[in-house]
């Protein structure tokens, strides 16, 4: 049962790349799958399996073929950590679910500090302004900003609010398929930073690709732990 299956990192790693790279005319040459396993009647889906052994590339392939979400470089680093973690506290494969649940819970739930209401975009002179609606500690706040786009006016509302930290990196990406609506939903990837906190990515899905990303940037800022509380402290 196990032919055609790879655990190790360095084998996922290459046979990810390997189904990038391969065309569907082209003679069949991906690392580590001598053959084909459609031609012998088995699945993709259980060529790359994970567990304590497996790396960022086989997380990162399951990520995009079964959820399809398409992880920057440095958050497939991250995010292999939190899996690995799992896997070396509970034992065992983790399933394709199981990965997204792990997902889910850390990025797109990643806690209550801050919660993402609404946001209403306005023009401010040469900028753009928001009005944020989120939940701080359980409060409810209107916040506004202006800025060079929505994420920079959203970063500038929060720090009205006295949560400082700041924005490393962004990406975007479609999701596909679509989402169970049938609708075409976005993902978001921000990468932050904040002062004695060290760095991480925040994640947000949503069929707007603007509140995608305020979601995402929420997301970065409550798992590094940043509140109003600290910068009052």
């Known amino acids: 049962d196990l032919v055609f299956t790879a655990f190790a990192g360095s084998h996922q ?9 391969q065309k569907a005319d082209e003679t069949w040459s991906v690392p580590y799958l001598p053959i084909d396993p459609a031609d012998v009647g088995r699945s993709y889906d259980s060529v790359i399996r994970v ?4 790396g960022k590339g086989g997380i ?25 973690r799992h896997t070396d506290t509970h034992g065992g494969e983790v399933s394709a679910d199981d990965i997204w649940n792990l997902f889910a819970r850390t990025y797109l739930d990643a806690g209550d500090c801050i919660r993402y209401r609404e946001h209403h975009l306005f023009e401010h002179g040469q900028q753009q302004g928001i009005r944020l609606t989120v939940d701080i500690g359980g409060t409810t706040h209107v916040l506004s900003g202006e800025g060079n786009g929505p994420i920079n006016a959203a970063m500038h509302a929060l720090q009205r609010a006295g949560i400082h930290a700041q924005v490393r990196s962004y990406e975007e990406r479609s999701m596909v398929p679509m989402g169970e609506d049938g609708n075409a939903r976005a993902c978001a990837f921000i990468e932050m930073a904040a002062s004695g906190r060290g760095e991480c990515y925040g994640a947000g899905i949503d069929g707007n690709i603007v509140t995608a990303s305020i ?9 590094l732990g940043v509140s109003a509380i600290d910068a009052a402290a």
């Not at 979601?215 to 798992?223: E, T, W």
């Open 13 to 21: 790693d290459a046979i990810k790349k390997g189904f990038a790279a």
């Open 51 to 54: 567990n304590s052994q497996s």
């Open 60 to 84: 990162a392939y399951l990520m995009e073929t079964e959820h399809g979400i398409v992880m920057p470089r440095r958050l497939q680093v991250e995010f292999s950590g939190v899996v690995q």
């Open 215 to 223: 979601k995402a940037l929420i997301s970065g800022i409550n798992r």
